[in-house]
């Protein structure tokens, strides 16, 4: 190698020496000419022979035979920069290098043309890819096997990722990823009339959510399909949000037998108070049948002399009482009618003291020797809340209450409703057999029953808790065994 002067060599050296790095310069034999400072310390740690009459593949990588795809050969040929990546023992240990070839040139004649090739060790480098690549494979196992449909959007609102468990749920099979990849979620009309995009945009502005049991309507435009669905914003190092993972749990079957469930329980009630419904029933028809015997009578003393006065209001009352009586009746059957079909909640006003005083007129209390203790305010603020939702959860407090005292001598009810601050509370408490302390926290769970079998499903209590939380109500129980139990419910004051 030629230099313009001592100085400028030093300067070259001084630089090749601060390279983190092993650099050799070969002649087009490939022997070594010079290696700096790095490798010259692991060759007297090696015991190497001297630069200029060893093999770079001998000195490097302790080869008798050149590399293959030897990158200085490369050079030679090519005139330019090559890399190549060999693997190799150094110390008992298997270390990976990354090996550039660049040409350099004297300028006096191709003979004189030399190789300069730097040695980097990558093993750190390579390990990391190799953990990575583990980990990004394991990762992609998880989510590949997944139960439940996971991807990804980014902000704009399109698909970025999709697993095989959103292919089955969208219905798409082997198509899914190719028709969802860069499709615009959050612009499908579909999404946008369940409610869905909303949320969506609400995640990719930062805000997790979690929806339960949620009416989904597919990209085909069907409804029917409930889902459970997680959005997660993920955010970058800066904290931007750059797009939403997004986890969907098909919730369908669940959520009909759940339907199902409340309907049987519905049902179960129903059955339950037609006892009491017939009993109630039968005194307005009583009265039916005896004002419409006493009318008939006026009519036919029509026929045999003139009307009085008297008569004729007489009659007129007569057909008032059998009116409102009827009127009476067909408002007993249309509630009994709404409590069975009844699905959807519809929040609304609801005046508490006549609801609980139509409740208590259809049980017959007197005929099963039950004495009724009412201290029920008059003028209860008007509670917030759907009728038929409360209607049931009273009746099957009621109901508990009757079962638990009906054979016991000295049977007592009583039902209490006060108004605070925010809240009408209502209180129904008995003197009847109570509930052991280990049950009485189980005692909302479905299907779970004190009660002896074939008087209940057990889920009279479960509607009861889940209605009155879904109203922003509460329930809880109070119970010694032997002495009775008291229900304490809150519902919150209806406000415009």
């Known amino acids: ?24 310069v070969l002649n087009r034999g490939r022997k070594i000419q010079w290696k700096n400072e790095r490798l010259a310390l692991r060759s007297q740690e090696e015991g190497v022979i001297q630069s200029g009459k060893a093999f770079c593949y001998g000195e490097i990588f302790k080869r008798r035979m050149p590399c ?42 191709e003979e004189e043309t030399f190789i300069v090739e730097t040695v980097q060790d990558i093993t750190d480098q390579k390990r990391a890819e190799e953990a990575l690549r583990l980990v990004n494979d394991f990762n992609k196992a998880i989510i590949d096997n997944a139960p439940v449909a996971i991807f990804t959007i980014d902000r704009s609102g ?14 798409l099979g082997v198509e899914a990823e190719e028709k969802l990849l860069r499709f615009n979620w959050i612009q499908n009309p579909y999404t946008i009339r369940c409610g869905l995009a909303e949320y969506i945009k609400k995640g990719l502005d930062g805000e997790a959510f979690e929806l339960q049991d949620f009416p989904f309507t597919t990209y085909r435009g ?16 800066n904290g931007k949000v750059e ?67 008297d008569e004729i209001d007489d009659l007129r009352e007569y057909m008032d009482v059998i009116q409102e009586q009827a009127f009476r ?16 909640f519809e929040v609304q006003e609801i005046d508490l003291n006549s609801c609980l005083n139509e409740l208590l007129k259809l049980i017959n209390f007197k005929k099963m020797n039950i004495r009724l203790l009412k201290d ?25 209450a009757v079962d638990s005292v009906e054979e016991r001598e000295g049977g007592i009810i009583t039902v209490k409703a006060y108004s605070t601050d925010s809240k009408v509370r209502v209180e129904i408490e008995d003197n009847g057999v109570g509930i052991h302390d280990g049950l009485i926290d189980r005692i909302f769970e479905p299907f779970f029953s004190t009660k002896a079998t074939g008087k209940g499903v057990g889920l009279g209590l479960t509607l009861c808790h889940e209605f009155l939380n879904r109203m922003g109500g509460s329930i809880e129980v109070e119970s010694k065994l032997g002495m009775g139990t008291l229900f304490k419910v809150a519902l919150p004051i209806y406000t415009k």
């Open 376 to 400: 029920i305010t008059p003028y209860l603020p008007h509670v917030k809340g759907d009728l038929n939702a409360v209607k049931q959860s009273f009746m099957n407090i009621l109901q508990n």
């Open 222 to 237: 069907d409804q029917g399909q409930y889902i459970h669905f997680r959005g997660v914003p993920l955010k970058g190092k």
């Open 158 to 171: 399109k698909f970025m990722s999709v697993n095989p468990a959103l292919a089955t749920l969208s219905g």
């Open 329 to 344: 009746c067909k408002n007993i059957i249309k509630d009994m009618i709404d409590l069975t079909k009844k699905k959807g």
């Open 243 to 309: 797009g939403l993972l997004c986890i969907i749990e098909d919730n369908t079957e669940k959520v009909k037998a759940k339907i199902q469930s409340i309907q049987d329980a519905k049902m179960s009630v129903t059955g339950r108070l037609l006892t009491g419904v017939a009993h109630e029933l039968n005194n307005p028809l009583a009265t039916i049948a005896a004002n419409s015997e006493l009318a008939s009578e006026l009519i036919q003393s029509f026929k045999d002399c003139d009307a009085k006065e």
């Open 68 to 109: 293959s795809n030897c990158p200085g050969l490369r050079t030679l040929k090519s005139g330019r920069m090559e890399h190549t990546e060999i693997s190799s023992m150094y110390k008992g240990e298997l270390r990976h290098y990354l090996i550039t070839s660049a040409p350099l040139r004297s300028g006096i004649g």
């Open 1 to 24: 190698m030629k230099f313009d002067s001592q100085i400028d060599f030093n300067i070259v050296q001084s630089i090749l020496n601060s390279l983190p790095m092993g650099v050799y």
